[in-house]
């Protein structure tokens, strides 16, 4: 009795001490600024990085004395998903909308590049094609370029299926039936038109 009594309060300062160390994790991550550590490639999301590891992106940037000299970069990192803007684009996924953003730049008053990420799916619209599905409609759009004004193509993205009309005979599918149709044209004007393919499985 007398030896687990003096025991209690050891294993209490313990326990107090490791929840304070828990506790101060988090906040030593997000902190800009905060000493460089070692990095995982899980649980990342939301922190600051000297570096950005795979399978994350960032959508933040700034210049770090922390990181190396006092024009490091230092970087938010975050988990690629739907709908999130980066600042690189992400394997995997695709992008609808592109901007510039000085989120994505180190130096005060300029911008670069920022990406609104999609995963690719059935209709998705996107600024690119994706592997593993085809496209049934080509537009152009604002959204797609960073040139103010101007247009780039943006692709209705489609997945296989036998009778699909599309602009493209993806990997492992046939063409049966070929059709000319202003939705796979690149063009503007109403006459022009382009090849669309109907799809069976090859």
Known sequence: MT??????PLRTTAR??????AALVPA????PD???GPTTTTGLDNT?????PAGYVYDQIV???SCGSSYSPRYHLRTPVDGLVSCVRATGFVYDSTTMSGNCSMSSGSSSASYRLRAPGDLVTSCETASG???DLITNITNCSLAPGSTNPAYRLRTPVTGLWACKVPT???STATTQTHNCSYGTSPSDKSTAYLLAPA
């Open 48 to 52: 600051w990085s000297c570096s950005v």
């Open 3 to 8: 030896t687990a009594s003096a025991a209690q």
């Open 28 to 31: 030593l991550a997000a902190a």
């Open 133 to 135: 599905f085809t496209y």
């Open 172 to 174: 492992g599918w046939k």
């Open 16 to 21: 107090i001490a490791l929840a304070v160390a």
């Open 34 to 36: 905060a000493a460089a």
């Open 63 to 65: 210049a770090s004395s």
